[in-house]
């Protein structure tokens, strides 16, 4: 009786062993298929309006949308890469909190803002598309100092840096200088290499303007064209770059103009597709990239 009773336990015992043994290879490699999903940072894509967001979110397979106060997350795959367009909605403030949540949620390792923009240089043409080797804030201005009745002098305004001033007491005179943020070389290496593929326009490199103002005035226009030697001007790039660069992630504008009034080209929303078809190949490039390390 004890020899049964002791053989019992012996094999309640065995079969406890083999069944933690299996839960445990079950747990590890669940954990590790966890680690090499969370390891593939997406590559987020921003559009600020639907025309601007949505055909690329149609390209994307097994779409699941997340959204975040306004904002819309459209998070699937490219490739077998996961890929969120974000949705961000027009300006610099949704702009900002959209590429901070984007990042705070899903730990990007790059972020392309993409869209249309108004042309500075009267060498571009409408469909005609700009890699934002650059990219400044062009509403961070300080005006001149003029009395009452002296009037008002647009062209005496002063570029401020804004992260010029930080941590410093009072007015700071290194502020009085233009920000540039440098696109990243490898997204655009991965622009330039498929830059071919796109026969609306050419695509060049440039420096994208941005600011929650939209500039009609021609002569206002060549003035920034002048000053900042932009290509280009949104309402969203710049403040897209300030907070990716703020959590050191790649960042990269890239800009259709739909209209350029310093040559007499009418504004098309066409290009809002065509620059989405070129990103769709910017980012299949970039993501071949980071599948052959």
């Known amino acids: 009786m ?13 079969l406890a062993v083999l069944l933690i043994s299996v839960f445990a290879g079950f747990n590890s490699t669940f954990l590790n298929e966890t680690e090499v999903e969370g390891a593939q940072r997406p590559i987020i894509i921003q559009g600020p309006m639907p025309i601007e967001a949505e055909k690329f979110a149609q390209k994307l397979e097994n779409v699941k949308v997340e959204k975040s106060g306004t904002f819309v997350f459209y998070k699937g795959k490219l490739n077998n890469y996961p890929v969120i367009v974000a949705k ?11 590429t901070a949540v984007a990042i705070e949620k899903y ?3 790059a972020i392309i803002n993409q869209g249309t ?19 400044t804030n062009l509403g961070s201005l300080k005006t001149a100092s003029m009395e009452e009745n002296q009037g008002i002098d647009p062209t005496k305004w002063i570029p401020m840096d804004l992260m010029a001033s930080e941590g410093s007491a009072g007015e700071d005179p290194n502020a009085e200088k233009i920000r540039y943020y440098e696109g990243d070389k ?24 941005s600011a929650d103002v939209w500039n009609n005035e021609v002569d206002r226009i060549k ?6 030697g932009t290509s280009v001007e949104e309402m969203e790039g710049a403040a897209a770059a300030q ?22 080209g009418k504004y098309d929303p066409n290009t809002a597709a065509a620059n ?3 990103v769709f190949e910017v980012v299949n490039k970039y993501i071949s990239t980071i599948q052959s390390k």
Do not use: C
């Open 186 to 209: 490898d997204l655009l290496a991965a622009a330039n290499a498929v830059k071919d593929k796109y026969t609306k326009g050419k695509v060049v490199e440039g420096t994208i303007g």
């Open 88 to 98: 961000t909605g027009k300006g610099m403030e949704n702009t900002a909190a959209a």
């Open 223 to 228: 003035w920034f064209h002048t000053k900042y």
């Open 2 to 14: 004890k020899n049964n009773m002791l053989k019992k336990y012996t094999l309640l015992a065995a």
């Open 243 to 264: 907070i990716a660069k703020a959590y050191d992630i790649k960042f990269l504008g890239i800009r259709v103009l739909s209209n350029n009034k310093t040559n007499g």
């Open 107 to 109: 730990n990007p390792i």
């Open 276 to 278: 989405q078809d070129y």
């Open 117 to 135: 923009s108004g042309g500075h240089d009267p060498s571009l043409n409408v469909y005609d598309i700009v890699l934002g080797k650059r990219t």
